[in-house]
């Protein structure tokens, strides 16, 4: 089972849900809505859906403000393997240049980016995933709403990362993930009793991936950029105009 936690005004019923459902079928795939605007009701409801799958240990997948709430619920809960799209890792930095602008969720529901609602999202933040999660990070350089770097540096040390040249924030190489999430898929059917305790993120080669997809474990010839702190709020959002629709393409 895979259960997809969309982004920030997106919903269950998105397009990458949609291919998620299509690609990975017959494995079944989970898509609930949630109000990730409201970061303590986001995780008020994702916990209340995650304890009522019971012994059920799913893998979980989330993009951009999904994958923000995805890595804090995978501390709480036994998940088989941790994905993540563009993740939105300090989302108090993404959200800070949008004070006081009105947005507009997928359900139609208006609200505005406070000073109270961008704090509220800290108290959720990791500041260091290395503690064992089975995680892997799926990342377009390109994307133009959050600097690829974050959760590059993050995940460095602990996780398997893919990157790929261009595409942007919405993602533009969801089959080659879609073909990694599978190989997990799978394993899981055949072998429950591994998981947790996945041990893809260290047993996969750099050469194993997707075609045109580059797996790091060492440092990025690009420019560095200094790994979160859950107390930070000195870094600005990254990315072009603002638009309703650009947080909604998760």
């Known amino acids: 089972m895979l259960v997809y936690l969309h982004g920030l005004n997106s919903s269950g019923q998105s397009v990458k849900a949609r291919m998620l459902r299509e690609g990975l079928s017959p494995h079944t795939v989970l898509a609930p809505d949630y109000p990730a605007h409201r970061p303590a009701a986001a995780v008020q409801r994702l916990g209340d859906f995650f304890a009522d799958l019971g012994d059920v240990r799913p893998a979980v997948i989330g993009s951009s403000m999904g994958g923000f709430y995805g890595q804090w619920l995978?501390?709480?809960?036994?998940?088989?393997?941790?994905?993540?799209i563009n993740p939105a890792l300090t989302p108090w930095d993404l959200l800070l240049s949008h004070r006081?602008?009105?947005m507009t969720t997928a359900q139609g529901?208006?609200?505005?980016i406070t000073a109270e609602l961008i704090e509220a999202t800290r108290l959720y933040g990791i500041v260091n995933p290395c503690d064992g999660v089975p995680t892997t990070v799926f990342l377009d350089r390109g994307d133009e709403l959050i600097d690829y770097r974050i959760a590059r540096t993050c995940y460095l040390d602990c996780g398997r990362l893919m990157m790929w040249d261009g595409g942007d924030h919405a993602f533009q190489h969801l089959d080659a993930a879609m073909a990694v999430i599978r190989e997990h898929l799978d394993r899981v059917l055949v072998s429950p009793q591994q998981f947790p305790g996945d041990v893809e993120a260290a047993d996969i080669g750099a050469d194993a991936g997707p075609q045109g997809a580059q797996q790091e474990y060492d440092e990025d010839a690009r420019d560095p950029i200094a790994p979160p702190a859950a107390n930070r709020g000195d870094v600005t959002a990254q990315g072009a105009e603002v638009a309703d629709t650009r947080f909604a393409q998760g």
Do not use: D, N, P
Request: proline share 0%; aromatic share 22%; charged share 20%.
């Open 74 to 84: 995978a501390r709480r809960f036994a998940f088989s393997h941790v994905f993540l």
């Open 100 to 102: 006081g602008e009105t």
């Open 109 to 112: 529901e208006s609200y505005q």
